[in-house]
């Protein structure tokens, strides 16, 4: 008998969880491979897009109305737009380091592989504390047929580095870590003589 009502009780509950939920939790996203960039490889034009709180799991690719849908069924970005998935390809991108971490974000187009390659580039600032964010970046519209491949590189910074002084080209995207370095709060102390 009690084990009748646990049975129900375990089916009461898992009806509860609604269907979106149950979608989530087998949905980790895309992974990073080892493939490097080839030879042949053209620099992407590459910007980056706000989408709230649209925080998931994993690396992501948004180039059709269907994972536009996928992405919905998270409740953090439901009400993110993302504008004509067939004009633009946004790619998503989990950034994870330590609290003085700065990120590089380089894209490239390769004919011969036929794909789009992202790079995250994470500079760790010696910090033990962990944390991270998501970024969204929009890149040219994906041809069809090809694919979006994804790379990570953790580099170890020298800590008495500001991010100022990280040697970027321009056309590179750089992100500071909300608390973190970059608005030159080192290199002012430095200069003023009260740094470390």
């Known amino acids: 008998m009690r084990s009748v009502r646990w049975a ?23 992974r990073p491979d080892s493939a490097g960039i080839p030879a042949d490889t053209v620099r992407l034009p590459s910007r980056r897009v706000d989408l709230g709180r649209c925080d998931v799991l994993g690396y992501r690719v948004v180039d059709d109305s269907a994972a536009v849908r996928r992405l919905r069924r998270w ?52 910090c033990r504390a962990w944390g991270g964010g998501y970024q969204w970046l929009a890149l040219p519209k994906l041809p069809a047929g090809w ?20 040697p970027l080209a321009p056309d590179r995207i750089y992100i500071p870590q909300p608390g973190g370095p970059g608005a030159g709060s080192r290199k002012a102390a430095r200069e003023s003589g009260s740094g470390s």
């Open 8 to 30: 129900a009780a375990a089916v009461a509950v898992v009806a509860a969880v609604p269907a979106a939920a149950r979608a989530q939790q087998t949905d980790r996203g895309l």
């Open 75 to 126: 409740p953090q970005c439901q009400g993110a737009d993302f504008g004509d998935p067939g004009a633009r390809t946004l790619v998503g991108l989990p950034l994870s380091g330590d609290c003085h971490a700065r990120f590089r974000i380089d894209a490239w187009r390769s004919e011969r592989r036929r794909e789009y390659r992202v790079l995250v580039t994470t500079y760790g600032g010696g």
């Open 147 to 166: 694919r979006v491949g994804f790379g990570e590189r953790r580099v170890r910074d020298d800590y008495t580095r500001g991010a100022e002084e990280l």
